[in-house]
């Protein structure tokens, strides 16, 4: 017996193992998702959407940086903004995901063609390389050189490469799996190989190192190619990608999550939960199991989204996504539902379906144009907007998962498990089960109509356990009936209701679903609050000014709504003692499901706002979350939000340019370079300090800089360093401790001469025998 059918037959058998003893043996299996077709919704019309935002894009130029790796002449060259920028290729890799999917969920032959035209490239090159190889990375071959020989911080000195491959990986593997694409996987083992060998010779201690730079999920990949091809030195490979500085704490049920880049460390945990499912890992099922309840429970706010400036704030103070421009990235609840998916199957609970749901409806639905574009920050700071991706122009992260997302809701609207068939989403929708010869359609107009009906045709009668899900949020009974007569059903399990019958060709389920309205505080409990009707969350128009960005270009900052935050104390304030029983938004149009609040609101000129489903406002402000009081709280809460709100606003109406150091990605957006520096977090803020130096490029924007303000922590001592500007020193800075528990802005004046399009390099060097102290903000200031 060969070593590869040895290591494939060896994993069979010790996955039969796992199975036998009730581990890894998942409870509930997806259907393909070229046997669910969408019918007429919302869902429906944003899947066509996507499909022309995909068309639109230029094979050609999304696959120029793999040629030029190659050594092969590009046809065309690179698109820009991120794909020029250092993460150039990483587009391509969803692409080969939006396509496979867009196919499998159409069955339009034209998306095959594009996938098999971007295969027939990519082996070109891989075959140009030789090694198995493949990827768009500006001088990756260097960067993996590096590594090889045991050298792995080299993945710091270019943009996130392993995430950037990882998105080729994703994509190699969802071509195979989802049409069957011989090509793909034959690119996908060579690649995978390749890292084999690459790795072979790192210690355990070498590959965390690395792990510490941001890297997809390369676990999940490696576990799936395993699976895929049944050896375990792919699995073996899998475990070695994973982070134990992540998986550890959540192994021992400790939330750890505070300040890291929430995007970083979601996708390392699908990869856990995939391990352990094809594995029988207990400790990493329920690793991933704590984390899901961590984030979805105490760190997401009502649509589903987490983060702030793409980081996990303390789940017990809300405040500064409530402040930020930058709230929920999309490519976080893209990974989330990955995740809720994954858990899902291993232990069909509706709890999971509740959250996906809701996801699904507020967040992923809401973050595509309806005439194409894709968002990337959803903030809740009331009365702010969202900026929209451009197909030519823009090609930032959430543009990636974007043209994912919405090619795949037929995933999870059913599933099945012997003989039993999920109704988990109330989504208009044809499924095809073949293997038992039985098509089941539901037709509904849910959310804008109460209730949908199933209707059975087969060829012969089958006993079948139809699961329906029974929502969190209906009002009243759940109601369901048969043929037109009431069903009297059993209680609920796990959150299903289930009818065991034997069905006949047009047999009916009609669910009734009324929807109640709640409202839902931040997770800290704080006086801030959101409405959600059914699994809409609710939200109010506010104004169509001064947005500008609103369709963004490629500039690097593109994807931020910059446009005037609108005074916190001027929000919308609602007098109510305790919102679990306040009275709530009051529905005056059922057809489009429109609600007034004036008996909540407290201002006058508020009084006439309404309330919508957050998923069909676009192009405008809009108010999600609600400060609310107490009548005799309410003077204490404005003049403590207004003098906040005064202080914040004068220092963001003075800034040119701002950087946050130890964030990921303001970094990344201002060009950190560095050497014998460190990242970290303290009193809720991240910082940057270093023991020889470290710099940043910032911008003015057009608008001529004035002063550079440097924000330190007043109670560090025994730190020295001076800052230079463009290779001259503008002063220094001196720590004794005397500033006090609080946070200090060092000002310096700019040299003459600085103009507002001159991008400034600013450079913390520390002095003989010293250090540079914890560095949080740093500012252009007019």
Not at 42 to 60: G, H
Not at 156 to 166: E, I, T
Not at 642 to 649: G, H, L, P, S, V
Request: proline letters at 5%; hydrophobic letters at 35%; glycine letters at 8%.
């Amino acid at each position: 017996m060969s070593s590869g059918k040895w290591t494939g037959w060896l994993l069979t058998v010790m996955m039969t193992t796992f199975v036998s003893h009730g581990y890894g043996q998942q409870q509930a299996a997806l259907f393909p998702l070229s046997a669910v077709r969408l019918l007429e919704s919302p869902f429906l019309q944003a899947q066509q959407t996507d499909a022309q935002y995909i068309l639109s894009l230029d094979e050609d130029r999304l696959l120029a940086p793999f040629l030029k790796d190659a050594g092969i002449r590009p046809l065309k060259e690179n698109y820009g903004n991120w794909e020029s920028d250092g993460l150039d290729g990483h587009i391509a890799g969803h692409y080969l995901t939006a396509a496979a999917q867009m196919y499998a969920a159409t069955g339009d032959t034209v998306f095959r063609n594009r996938l098999n035209y971007m295969l027939d490239w990519l082996e070109k090159c891989q075959q140009q390389n030789g090694n198995g190889y493949v990827g768009g990375i500006p001088d990756g071959k260097q960067v993996w050189q590096q590594v090889a020989q045991g050298r792995v911080e080299a993945v710091w000195q270019r943009w996130v490469p392993w995430y950037n491959l990882h998105k080729l990986y994703a994509g190699l593997v969802d071509a195979y799996q989802l049409t069957g694409s011989e090509q793909a996987k034959r690119i996908l083992i060579g690649l995978s190989d390749w890292c084999l060998r690459l790795t072979d010779k790192l210690s355990d201690g070498q590959m965390q190192r690395m792990l510490g730079n941001e890297h997809g999920g390369m676990n999940e990949v490696f576990a799936n190619v395993s699976r895929i091809t049944g050896d375990e030195r792919y699995m073996t490979l899998a475990r070695r990608f994973s982070h134990r500085a992540i998986l550890d704490p959540l192994l021992e049920h400790q939330d750890s999550l505070t300040g890291l880049h929430a995007n970083t460390q979601i996708p390392k945990v699908v990869g856990f939960a995939r391990i352990a499912a094809l594995t029988g890992d207990k400790a990493w099922a329920d690793a991933a199991e704590f984390f899901w309840n961590t984030v979805t429970l105490h760190r997401s706010v009502s649509f589903g989204g987490n983060s702030v400036r793409e980081h996990f704030n303390s789940p017990d103070d809300f405040s500064p996504m409530l402040e930020s421009r930058e709230g929920p990235e999309t490519c976080n609840s893209y990974n989330m539902l990955k995740l809720t998916k994954a858990l899902f199957l291993a232990n069909p609970d509706a709890k999971y379906i509740h959250y996906y749901e809701r996801t699904l409806y507020n967040h992923i639905l809401s973050s595509q144009h309806p005439e194409g574009g894709f968002v990337y920050f959803t903030p809740i700071r009331p009365a702010h907007y969202r900026v929209y991706s451009s197909s030519q122009q823009c090609f930032w992260c959430c543009v990636g998962s974007g043209i994912e997302n919405h090619g795949k809701y037929g995933e999870l609207i059913y599933a099945h498990h012997a003989d039993e068939l999920y109704v988990n989403l109330f989504i208009p929708s044809v499924l095809q089960w073949k293997q038992r010869a039985l098509e089941l359609s539901q037709e509904t107009r849910f959310p804008f109509e109460t209730s949908s009906t199933l209707k059975f045709s087969t060829q012969r009668p089958q006993r079948l356990v139809v699961k329906l899900r029974q929502p969190d949020w209906i009002a009243g009974a759940f109601e369901v009936q048969v043929n037109g007569k009431p069903v009297k059903l059993p209680p609920a399990r796990n959150g299903y209701v289930s009818i065991a019958r034997t069905w006949k060709n047009g047999d009916r389920i009609t669910v009734r679903l009324p929807m109640r309205t709640t409202a839902e505080v931040l997770p800290d409990s704080s006086q801030w609050v959101s409405f959600v009707h059914g699994p809409l969350v609710l939200a109010a128009a506010a104004g169509r000014s001064a947005m500008p960005g609103l369709k963004a270009d490629s500039s690097r900052w593109g994807h931020i709504a910059h446009g005037r935050l609108e005074p916190l104390e001027d929000a919308p304030l609602l007098v109510m003692e305790d919102p679990a029983h306040a009275p709530m938004p009051r529905e005056t149009d059922t057809a489009g499901m429109v609600f007034g609040m004036a008996h909540l609101v407290e201002q006058a000129k508020y009084k006439n706002l309404e309330l919508t489903p957050f998923f069909q406002l676009h192009d405008r402000r809009y108010i999600l979350y609600w400060p609310y009081a107490a009548a005799e709280e309410v003077p204490g809460i404005k003049a403590a939000i207004r003098q906040k709100e005064q202080a914040r606003r004068q220092k963001e109406e003075a800034t040119v340019d701002v950087v946050y150091p130890g964030e990921q990605q303001p970094e990344a957006d201002h060009q950190f370079k560095g050497g014998q520096t460190r990242a970290g977090f303290f009193r809720e803020r991240h910082y940057r300090s270093g023991k020889d130096w470290f710099s940043y490029v910032l911008s003015g924007r057009g608008t001529t800089p004035a002063k550079l303000s440097i924000t330190c922590y007043g109670a560090e001592k025994d730190r020295s360093f001076d800052i230079y500007v463009n290779d001259s020193r503008i002063g220094a800075i001196t720590l004794t401790g005397e500033g006090g528990n609080a946070f200090k802005d060092h000002v310096f004046d700019l040299p003459a001469g600085i103009s507002g399009g001159e991008p400034l390099t600013i450079l913390f060097k520390a002095r003989s025998s010293s250090a540079i102290g914890r560095i949080f903000e740093v500012r252009l200031l007019k």
